[in-house]
């Protein structure tokens, strides 16, 4: 199974500052033959299910802010958001989907400083 | 509004059986591929299952092979999770979950989730 490692644990940034989360798999999520990486960002808030936020590493899901960006290829990954809102707080996670099974980071909790 | 909706959790005994359903609404369910993750209290998201448009296929994750079972009803809309031999680690809220269209594996709608307690 792929690995996936975020850092840090936690985080607390103040508002209108930017956040930034890494997130590093055990191996490469990176297609060759599509050149797409196989991976995807969740946002969960307290009390409620989890939603995506970037899939393909950097590609917005319909609907998100653009505050919210995704980087990275093949094992290093960053979710960056630009300008931090209070509605932001919630823990996130990372996701490769390159292969089965799927496999989540363990989460990083984003707070306000 | 599309929409996932889990139901079936509740406290059942070591040992014990559970059958959850997850029913579809304002979208064409049998084009995607489901999925259940679950999430034990106050940790990370765990995948458990998937099955594929037509219920030919699935998957499942070590934790629950042999005791889990994944399946669909098309024609109801409607994915469903049987639960056997319940372990006090299965204790988890269960969501389903569906699959983009660009690709498998990836979750673009979840439903609310159903908690599960397995206790004596």
């Known amino acids: 199974d792929i690995v996936m490692t975020q850092s840090p644990d936690s985080l607390g940034v103040s508002l209108g500052e930017r956040a930034t989360i890494n997130c590093k798999s055990s191996?490469?999520?990176?297609?060759?033959?599509?050149?797409?990486?196989?991976l995807a960002w969740y946002q969960q808030k307290p009390g409620q299910p989890p939603k995506l936020l970037i899939y393909?590493?950097?590609t917005r899901e319909s609907g998100v802010p653009d505050r919210f960006s995704g980087s990275g290829s093949g094992t290093d990954f960053t979710l960056t958001i630009s300008s931090l809102r209070a509605e932001d707080v919630a823990v996130y996670y990372c996701?490769?989907?390159?292969?089965?099974?799927?496999?989540f980071g363990q989460g990083t909790k984003l707070d306000i400083k | 509004e599309v929409h996932l909706v889990e139901s079936g959790g509740g406290l059942v005994q070591p040992g014990g059986s559970l059958r959850l359903s997850c029913a579809a609404s304002?979208?064409?369910?049998?084009?995607?591929?489901m999925y259940w993750v679950r999430q034990a209290p106050g940790t990370g998201l765990v995948w458990v299952s998937r099955i594929n448009t037509d219920g030919r296929s699935t998957s499942y994750a070590d934790s629950v092979k042999g005791r889990f079972t994944i399946s669909r009803d098309n024609a109801k809309s409607t994915l469903y999770l049987q639960m056997n031999s319940l372990r006090a680690e299965d204790t988890s809220v269960y969501y389903c979950?569906?699959?983009?269209?660009?690709?498998?594996?990836?979750?673009?709608?979840w439903g609310q989730g159903t908690l599960v307690t397995v206790s004596s």
């Open positions: 979950a569906r699959g983009t269209y660009e690709a498998n594996n990836c979750f673009d709608l």
């Open positions: 393909w590493a950097s």
């Open positions: 191996q490469s999520v990176l297609y060759s033959s599509s050149n797409r990486n196989y």
């Open positions: 996701q490769q989907y390159y292969s089965t099974p799927p496999t």
């Open positions: 304002d979208f064409t369910f049998s084009n995607y591929w």
